[in-house]
């Protein structure tokens, strides 16, 4: 057989060949060789010499071939052996392909060691306001209420008119703010929420007292961004409505989330303030927990953080105003129930001392790395 490789050495006028049948017989003869050879590769060594022998750039039979019987061939003969020659040189290198692929097989099928170590994956942690949100929600669940989430985009009628914040009322001074433009003819309009109550009136046009429900989310306002301020932050809406809910129920569950989360030293206040969806509505104070509510830093001097007062403002609430269930066709005289609404981007600057809310928007890993 190795013959035909010393004749790849010699000029087309010395291979003694002058028909097209003759140097049809040449080429099958190289490529039974080459076949032959390639069934016996098996290693990666044994493929890659297949491969410089056959197919290399310097000195392979392929190189030869072309070299010495193609070059070399009288004029009338060279279209013969150019056709042949083309054959020849696309059968090796899908000889080649084949086992390159069956190396490549071989290689996923080698068993694998299972004493080496396994790959480590840093994988990334829940970011602080997800973390607060399950904490939230966690305490919540314990007390009976369950999440609902509602959309983003909603119509005036759900952010405002439902809630009874009727147009041109100025309470929409501070929330009429991010409008969507929308295509010409599509009905509207749209805006972005400014809080998670919306999703009160389309949880109460859903279900029927009695109804325990918090609603997690993202809300956005037209606000210049400042160390406590974002155009984009979080709530968490709560709503408890049944036939027998009063104020003391009210107190009693945001007192025990206010000492879940916070700790049982925290003590907490009242005060009264206005919406127009709660009646009587009231702002949630907590005893400031850097300085114990006394006002005075550990470091001495006036404490930061609730400026001297001793209370730092953390939501607002209050009882469902009865206007409010005319929207969802309940009956105001048979059901009763509270609110709430909690930005939890301070509510997490509180408990973890951070003095900036743009740090939770800015992704900085020295940032996030500090909550795990
Ligand atoms: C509301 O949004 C009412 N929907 C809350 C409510 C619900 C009252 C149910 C009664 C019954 P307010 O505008 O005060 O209320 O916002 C609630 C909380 O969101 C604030 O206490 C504050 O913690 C947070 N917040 C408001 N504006 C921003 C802002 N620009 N950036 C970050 N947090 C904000």
Same mark, same amino acid.
């Given at each position: 057989?190795?013959?035909?490789?010393?004749?790849?050495?010699?000029?087309?006028?010395?291979?003694?060949?002058?028909?097209?049948?003759?140097?049809?017989?040449?080429?099958? +003869?190289?490529?039974? #060789?080459? !076949?032959?050879?390639?069934?016996?590769?098996?290693?990666?060594?044994?493929?890659?010499?297949?491969?410089?022998?056959?197919?290399?750039?310097?000195?392979?039979?392929?190189?030869?071939?072309?070299?010495? =019987?193609?070059?070399?061939?009288?004029?009338?003969?060279?279209? =013969?052996?150019?056709?042949?020659?083309?054959?020849?040189?696309?059968?090796?290198?899908?000889?080649?392909?084949?086992?390159?692929?069956?190396?490549?097989? #071989?290689?996923?099928?080698?068993?694998? /060691?299972?004493?080496? *170590?396994?790959?480590?994956?840093?994988?990334?942690?829940?970011?602080? @306001?997800? +973390?607060?949100?399950?904490?939230?929600?966690?305490?919540?669940?314990?007390?009976?209420?369950?999440?609902?989430?509602?959309?983003?985009?909603?119509? *005036?009628?759900?952010?405002?008119?439902?809630?009874?914040?009727?147009?041109?009322?100025?309470?929409?001074? !501070?929330?009429?703010?991010?409008?969507?433009?929308?295509?010409?003819?599509?009905?509207?309009?749209?805006?972005?929420?400014?809080?998670?109550?919306?999703?009160?009136?389309?949880?109460?046009?859903?279900?029927?007292?009695?109804?325990?429900?918090?609603? *997690?989310?993202?809300?956005?306002?037209?606000?210049?961004?400042?160390?406590?301020?974002?155009?984009?932050?979080?709530?968490?809406?709560?709503?408890?409505?049944?036939?027998? @809910?009063?104020?003391?129920?009210?107190?009693?569950?945001?007192?025990?989330?206010?000492?879940?989360?916070?700790?049982?030293?925290?003590?907490?206040?009242?005060?009264?303030?206005?919406?127009?969806?709660?009646?009587?509505?009231?702002?949630?104070?907590?005893?400031?927990?850097?300085?114990?509510?006394?006002?005075?830093?550990?470091?001495?001097?006036?404490?930061?953080?609730?400026? %001297?007062?001793? =209370?730092?403002?953390?939501?607002?609430? %209050?009882?469902?105003?009865?206007?409010?269930?005319?929207?969802?066709?309940?009956?105001?005289?048979?059901?009763?129930?509270?609110?709430?609404? @909690?930005? @939890?981007?301070?509510?997490?600057?509180?408990?973890?001392?951070? /003095?900036?809310? +743009?740090?939770?928007?800015?992704? !900085?890993?020295?940032? #996030?790395?500090?909550?795990?």
């Amino acid at each position: 057989m190795t013959a035909i490789l010393e004749k790849t050495k010699l000029p087309f006028a010395d291979l003694g060949v002058s028909t097209g049948g003759e140097i049809e017989n040449l080429f099958r +003869q190289l490529t039974e #060789l080459a !076949d032959a050879e390639q069934r016996k590769v098996i290693t990666d060594e044994e493929r890659e010499e297949f491969r410089v022998r056959w197919l290399g750039r310097n000195d392979s039979v392929r190189v030869r071939v072309k070299r010495n =019987w193609l070059d070399t061939a009288p004029k009338e003969m060279r279209r =013969w052996v150019g056709t042949y020659f083309q054959y020849f040189s696309e059968h090796v290198e899908s000889a080649y392909s084949y086992v390159k692929l069956a190396g490549e097989i #071989l290689e996923v099928d080698k068993p694998e /060691d299972l004493s080496l *170590p396994g790959v480590i994956r840093p994988i990334g942690t829940h970011h602080l @306001i997800r +973390q607060v949100f399950q904490e939230i929600e966690d305490i919540f669940f314990s007390i009976g209420f369950s999440v609902v989430e509602g959309p983003e985009i909603e119509t *005036p009628y759900y952010n405002f008119e439902a809630l009874n914040i009727p147009e041109f009322h100025p309470v929409r001074d !501070d929330m009429d703010t991010f409008y969507l433009e929308l295509p010409k003819g599509a009905p509207g309009p749209l805006l972005l929420r400014t809080h998670t109550s919306p999703v009160q009136i389309r949880t109460m046009e859903k279900r029927q007292p009695p109804v325990r429900v918090i609603v *997690p989310g993202k809300v956005y306002r037209r606000d210049n961004p400042d160390a406590t301020h974002s155009f984009m932050f979080h709530q968490i809406e709560g709503l408890a409505v049944d036939s027998d @809910i009063t104020f003391c129920d009210f107190t009693g569950t945001i007192d025990y989330f206010v000492k879940q989360f916070f700790g049982e030293s925290v003590k907490t206040r009242f005060r009264p303030s206005y919406f127009p969806f709660t009646e009587p509505s009231v702002e949630f104070d907590a005893s400031c927990i850097f300085c114990e509510g006394t006002g005075t830093a550990k470091s001495g001097g006036t404490c930061g953080k609730c400026k %001297g007062v001793g =209370w730092i403002e953390l939501f607002g609430a %209050g009882m469902v105003d009865p206007a409010v269930y005319g929207f969802v066709n309940y009956d105001p005289k048979k059901v009763s129930g509270f609110a709430f609404g @909690i930005g @939890i981007d301070r509510l997490a600057m509180l408990k973890y001392g951070i /003095d900036d809310i +743009q740090a939770f928007f800015q992704n !900085d890993v020295r940032f #996030l790395r500090q909550f795990p």
